[in-house]
């Protein structure tokens, strides 16, 4: 058993898993900000509803993060030491500036945003969560830093054999980080689009479905009243609003996406030119992007690769902004990086068995290639129904979703579309610096770099990693079951689900805030 293949495997699954509740904690919470600062300017009970009910479902996802993101950072140390080592003294700052953030100033103010309802004044109470939020967002900013450091090396010199960081300000403003940390911001703000459209759609229809709403002959919706708490009037208007507010933060997210991800292609170009190339499967140096190309199972060579469908012009649009340029490929690149990084591993025991072994800087290419279309496509969906929902609900007062099951099905299956997109560019993001775990800088050192085959843990067996592995995997599979059983379960409940007074006093309920001497705790249970 092979200790790097399993920690790798190890590393891959958790931080996706985890990954999976990041962007919906940075994009939903945003959301929610914005409904509850609506419901203190307006005193509304519609955005007073919106505020609770979606900040419920932002609460399971943010507990179920945190939990999942702890694991993340013990990995350094047990099975990636000698990644450690090399990074440490440059990963110091930001993880430390992350670990502040995340764990007192959002963990504080969403403990405050918690015990606050009734408590604190609304304007006070609606800046708690202003506040977290806003702690989650430069929380990311510092993870995306020592990232972006890992794929673009700045303000640091060797000193003993490791990187030594000299300029802070180069490292937190290392242009790596600045395009990718809006790329990977935007891409939580589509994911909370679409997650507000998947269950806004399944409700409206289920209140189609049961009858509360019908369709009058002149196709206006009549809204209907259940009668029972949370299937009421403004029950409707929760669901509408959240339906197209949903709709239009999902293409604020898709077209901040398109355009940031733009400017890293460029930047990758420059730095990690045979990342794009991998991306492409473009084997000679050329200016067409390929839309679909087959080749032989795990294919590492260019003979095994045949482009079926390609647009003229568009990779050196991508590259440079012009349709003429051509953009370097493989079989052009490959020399340029033996000469420059070496053609076989340094004989050194930390390399293990791999010592003195042949180095392919290209990495594999079946996952970049389709990691890389996975982004835009998955995202590309979900945009199109961005685009229907507005359609559809176009005429305020007027439309409703259509009485069709399997289109309420697929809005919820479409929540995941986003979800995907975002996996896939990381992991596009990340395979495709292989075999760096540290990718070098084209116009820096070229010494400050790291092979993935000396990042491991040298004493670690691989049948230690792999019971860690298949632990770890355990625990996460009880911990997915557990947030998607309460996402379900609040979601079928609906608004009463944060609203107990709803269902307790559904008839005396009024537009201010309740005065029921309920539990403190019980929003967030």
């Known amino acids: 058993m092979d200790p790097l293949e399993i920690a790798r495997w190890q590393f891959g699954i958790t931080t996706v898993y985890h990954f999976m509740m990041v962007p919906l904690t940075l994009g939903l919470g945003a959301v929610v900000v914005f409904f509850n600062l609506m419901y203190v300017k307006t005193r509304s009970d519609q955005w007073k509803r919106m505020t609770k009910f979606w900040g419920k479902l932002y609460l399971i996802n943010f507990i179920m993060g945190v939990a999942t993101g702890l694991v993340q950072e013990f990995q350094f140390g047990m099975a990636w030491s000698e990644y450690s080592r090399f990074v440490g003294d440059v990963f110091g700052a930001p993880l430390a500036m992350e670990g502040l953030l995340a764990f007192f100033v959002e963990s504080t103010f969403i ?50 054999g490791r990187p030594v960081m000299t300029d802070a300000w180069a490292v937190f403003t290392n242009n790596t980080a600045l395009v990718a940390v809006p790329h990977t911001l935007f891409g939580a703000v589509q994911v909370a689009g679409s997650f507000l459209v998947g269950i806004a759609w399944y409700k409206l229809y289920k209140r189609r479905a049961d009858g509360v709403d019908t ?66 499967a473009a084997c000679h140096d050329g200016t067409a992007f390929s839309l679909f190309s087959i080749s032989n199972p795990g294919a590492q060579n260019c003979d095994d690769v045949q482009a079926v469908v390609e647009i003229p012009g568009l990779l050196s649009f ?63 969906i979900a945009m199109l129904s961005y685009f229907y929902v507005l359609w559809v609900t176009r005429k305020k007062g007027q439309g409703t979703v259509p009485e069709i099951k399997w289109l309420s099905n697929l809005a919820i299956v479409g929540i995941l579309a ?61 911990l997915m079951v557990a947030e998607l059983y309460l996402l379900a379960k609040y979601v079928k409940a609906g608004v009463p689900a944060a609203m107990a007074e709803l269902v307790e006093n559904p008839h005396n309920h009024t537009h201010d805030e309740d005065h029921t001497d309920r539990d403190v705790l019980a929003f967030a249970y």
């Open 418 to 478: 986003p979800f995907g997109a975002n996996v896939a560019g990381w992991v596009f993001t990340e395979m495709g610096r292989q075999p760096f775990v540290v990718a070098p800088n084209p116009d820096g050192n070229p010494a400050i770099k790291m092979f993935t085959a000396a990042a491991v843990s040298p004493g670690v067996s691989g049948g230690e990693i792999l019971f860690s592995l298949i632990a770890l995997t355990a625990v996460y599979g009880v």
């Open 215 to 280: 369709v009058g002959e002149n196709g206006k919706v009549i809204v209907g009243d259940a009668g029972v708490g949370g299937r009421d009037r403004a029950d409707f208007k929760v669901w509408f609003n959240s339906l197209r507010i949903g709709a239009v933060v999902g293409l604020i997210g898709f077209f901040g996406t398109a355009f940031t991800g733009h400017m890293q292609a460029q930047l990758m170009i420059q730095q990690q030119p045979m990342k794009m190339a991998a991306a492409e």
């Open 318 to 380: 991508l590259a440079h902004d012009n349709f003429t340029t051509d953009v370097p490929g493989i079989v052009s690149l490959m020399p340029q990086y033996q000469e420059q990084y070496g053609t076989h591993l340094p004989d050194d025991p930390m390399y293990g068995e791999r010592a003195g072994q042949e180095i392919n800087y290209l990495p594999l290419m079946e996952v970049t290639y389709y990691g890389f279309r996975g982004m835009f496509t998955l995202g590309g």
């Open 111 to 160: 403990g405050l945003w918690i015990f606050g309802w009734n408590k604190l004044k609304p304007k006070i109470h609606a800046l708690c969560l202003l506040g977290a939020v806003c702690a989650s967002w430069f929380s990311a900013y510092f993870i995306i830093v020592a990232n972006s450091w890992m794929q673009h090396p700045v303000g640091v010199e060797m000193v003993d």
